[in-house]
């Protein structure tokens, strides 16, 4: 069985070539000459740029207390409706990430506005409503920072009999 698949015999019709002279490894190769850093400037954002990660600073910061509000006036549904908002903002925030636009105060001020929003104590108890909100702080989150692992999310409070769910 041919393994190298190669139709003729190979042929050296060259004689044998004299090293016997030769000094290997006398002179090293030329060493590429290091090129110089190139300096960058200093990130001035434009005006626009500053104004939009101000306002998004703005939402978050106060995010926790409309939330608590809404809660208040509409109940569990005014969370739901507050988490379809919260949607639209975590859209937003995306798309100025993905623009680089992004700054370090807002990512920050994102993060602790997800602790807060969890640790707010609401009394929901249509779990698909904690599943809806936890949901959206967890695709926040995982937009800003993909690599950490949180375990501060409510637990679901499924009846485990339902038996005994309808007695009640």
């Known amino acids: 069985m041919d393994i190298t698949s190669k139709q003729a015999d190979t042929v050296d019709w060259g004689g044998e070539v004299d090293y016997s002279g030769y000094e290997?490894?006398?002179?090293?190769?030329?060493?590429?000459?290091?090129?110089?850093?190139?300096?960058?400037?200093?990130?001035?954002?434009?005006?626009?740029?500053?104004?939009?990660?101000?306002?998004?600073?703005?939402?978050?910061?106060?995010?926790?207390?409309?939330?608590?509000?809404?809660?208040?006036?509409?109940?569990?549904?005014?969370v739901l409706a507050w988490c379809s908002e919260f949607g639209e903002l975590i859209d937003a925030l995306k798309q100025l990430g993905f623009d680089g636009n992004m700054f370090v105060s807002t990512r920050t001020q994102a993060l602790k506005t997800c602790e807060e929003i969890l640790r707010l104590n609401l009394d929901i108890e249509m779990q698909i409503i904690v599943m809806y909100l936890s949901s959206q702080v967890a695709r926040l989150r995982r937009f800003l920072d993909s690599d950490r692992q949180w375990d501060d999310y409510p637990k679901p409070k499924f009846p485990v009999d339902p038996n005994e769910y309808l007695k009640s």
Do not use: C, H
Request: glycine share 6%.
């Open 24 to 78: 290997w490894f006398k002179d090293p190769p030329p060493r590429p000459e290091p090129q110089a850093q190139p300096t960058m400037d200093n990130y001035v954002p434009q005006p626009g740029v500053i104004e939009q990660n101000e306002a998004f600073d703005f939402a978050l910061k106060s995010a926790p207390n409309v939330l608590y509000a809404r809660f208040k006036q509409f109940g569990q549904l005014g």
